[in-house]
């Protein structure tokens, strides 16, 4: 019997067992960049951690963050390349708007970082497979495809979604093609906005009538200005001011039915 899902489009139904996601999958000239948010810490670590930060992008998840999350994300999408940046703050810079334009502006860095990373792949002297597997994974095979016109898609959770905005920003000053963004559970989402530029977005987290004590009191949820969709925690997923947040409870999006709210697309075999 098929299952049906809240969303804020409705109930909308779902496979009652996930549809296995290698099967849908095939890889596709594309980038994925997954920006998390806060990483638990003591505080005055955590304040170190800030001042040291270099805003670099990893090839891997170097902060384990992901929960497999990423994995789902990548192997749906199809994208061949996947980088990591780590959209981590004080708590202080929570649910402010001067902690928002910090973050976006560190974004801005990890942008550049990110580009300047894409280029050294991209026109490295060094030729042979094994080689290049050894220093760059996977994103070796980027210097067979133009690097400014592959799509880059983000997907970015809690305080990583202004991160993210700044490191959009610079992809599309620089003559890159962001296309796409996934926010989940984006901490202070009203402060935010989807540039026009980006073809397809989408927001998770929960929804306006879920009663209080099923909110998300870590990043209280609003609609990101200018996002394309927005698809609320479905019943029979663990909810509350912290479960409503946490990255690992999201597995849930990757049961959607093709074609309805919050689907992630698989991309197109060029």
Same mark, same amino acid.
């Not at 749906?76 to 902690?99: C, S, V, W």
């Given at each position: 019997?098929?299952?049906?899902?809240?969303?804020?489009?409705?109930?909308?139904?779902?496979?009652?067992?996930?549809?296995?996601?290698?099967?849908?999958?095939?890889?596709?000239?594309?980038?994925?960049?997954?920006?998390?948010?806060?990483?638990?810490?003591?505080?005055?670590?955590?304040?170190?951690?800030?001042?040291?930060?270099?805003?670099?992008?990893?090839?891997?998840?170097?902060?384990?963050?992901?929960?497999?999350?990423?994995?789902?994300?990548?192997?749906?999408?199809?994208?061949?390349?996947?980088?990591?940046?780590?959209?981590?703050? @004080?708590?202080?810079?929570?649910?402010?708007?001067?902690?928002?334009?910090?973050?976006?502006?560190?974004?801005?860095?990890?942008?550049?970082?990110?580009?300047?990373?894409?280029?050294?792949?991209?026109?490295?002297?060094?030729?042979?497979?094994?080689?290049?597997?050894?220093?760059?994974?996977?994103?070796?095979?980027?210097?067979?495809?133009?690097?400014?016109?592959?799509?880059?898609?983000?997907?970015?959770?809690?305080?990583?979604?202004?991160?993210?905005?700044?490191?959009?920003?610079?992809?599309?000053?620089?003559?890159?093609?962001?296309?796409?963004?996934?926010?989940?559970?984006?901490?202070? @989402?009203?402060?935010?906005?989807?540039?026009?530029?980006?073809?397809?977005?989408?927001?998770?987290?929960?929804?306006?009538?879920?009663?209080?004590?099923?909110?998300?009191?870590?990043? @209280?949820?609003?609609?990101?200005?200018?996002?394309?969709?927005?698809?609320?925690? @479905?019943?029979?997923?663990?909810?509350?001011?912290?479960?409503?947040?946490?990255?690992?409870?999201?597995?849930?999006?990757?049961?959607?039915?093709?074609?309805?709210?919050?689907?992630?697309?698989?991309?197109?075999?060029?």
């Amino acid at each position: 019997m098929m299952e049906l899902y809240q969303t804020a489009a409705g109930m909308l139904p779902v496979s009652p067992v996930a549809t296995p996601i290698n099967s849908i999958a095939h890889k596709v000239p594309a980038i994925v960049v997954f920006v998390n948010g806060y990483r638990m810490s003591m505080p005055v670590a955590n304040i170190i951690r800030e001042m040291r930060r270099n805003d670099e992008v990893k090839s891997y998840d170097v902060n384990d963050y992901w929960n497999d999350i990423d994995d789902k994300f990548q192997e749906r999408l199809g994208d061949q390349f996947a980088f990591y940046a780590d959209g981590d703050a @004080p708590t202080l810079t929570a649910k402010n708007n001067m902690g928002f334009t910090m973050r976006k502006l560190h974004g801005r860095k990890a942008g550049l970082n990110l580009i300047t990373q894409l280029t050294q792949i991209k026109n490295s002297t060094i030729k042979n497979k094994t080689s290049r597997k050894v220093l760059w994974g996977d994103n070796a095979d980027l210097n067979l495809y133009d690097i400014k016109s592959i799509p880059i898609d983000i997907v970015c959770h809690s305080m990583g979604f202004a991160y993210a905005l700044g490191m959009v920003e610079v992809l599309q000053e620089s003559g890159y093609n962001p296309e796409r963004i996934y926010a989940l559970a984006p901490e202070n @989402p009203g402060k935010g906005q989807i540039p026009g530029y980006i073809e397809e977005s989408q927001q998770y987290g929960s929804g306006p009538d879920d009663p209080w004590y099923q909110q998300d009191r870590i990043a @209280p949820q609003e609609p990101i200005p200018g996002v394309g969709n927005s698809t609320f925690i @479905p019943d029979g997923i663990p909810k509350g001011p912290y479960d409503s947040h946490s990255v690992a409870n999201y597995g849930w999006i990757f049961k959607l039915r093709k074609g309805s709210r919050g689907y992630v697309k698989p991309r197109e075999k060029n």
